[in-house]
């Protein structure tokens, strides 16, 4: 038991770890991008609401997905002034095991909260015994 529960703290960690590496890629990519758009920052009051069918809408979001852009805005706002756009030079196998780790991190942490339980329930069910006795 104890080597198990050992185990999952350890990939518990990593997971940590892979997490917070992805978020300073992350971070370092977007940093250049998120400096130039404040000093340019300028506050936009006008809105334009456009209507697509669901094949235009379609495209639209594989154009968006192949795209360093983390918001549909910011990439219509580039493609409709013309700047230029960045392709993915992300790494989505990182991203695909990002996801797969935080699903595994959720399961660990409801057995370990199981086990908590269970350990709880059965020191209390002793005590009642030794009470009885």
Do not use: W
Not at 19 to 34: A, D, G, I, W, Y
């Amino acid at each position: 038991m104890t080597s198990y529960f050992t185990a999952a703290a350890y990939y518990l960690e990593v997971l940590e770890f892979l997490q917070f590496v992805h978020t300073c890629t992350r971070k370092s990519l977007n940093r250049r991008n998120k400096e130039m758009e404040k000093a340019n920052k300028s506050y936009r009051k006008i809105r334009l609401n456009l209507g697509l069918t669901q094949e235009e809408y379609q495209i639209i979001t594989n154009n968006f997905n192949q795209t360093m852009d983390r918001r549909i805005p910011d990439y219509i706002r580039k493609v409709l002034l013309g700047k230029p756009m960045i392709g993915c030079y992300r790494n989505r196998t990182m991203d695909d095991l990002m996801n797969v780790l935080v699903g595994l991190k959720n399961e660990l942490n409801s057995i370990v909260n199981t086990y908590n339980q269970t350990f709880k329930l059965l020191s209390t069910v002793e005590q009642i015994t030794e009470d009885k006795s």
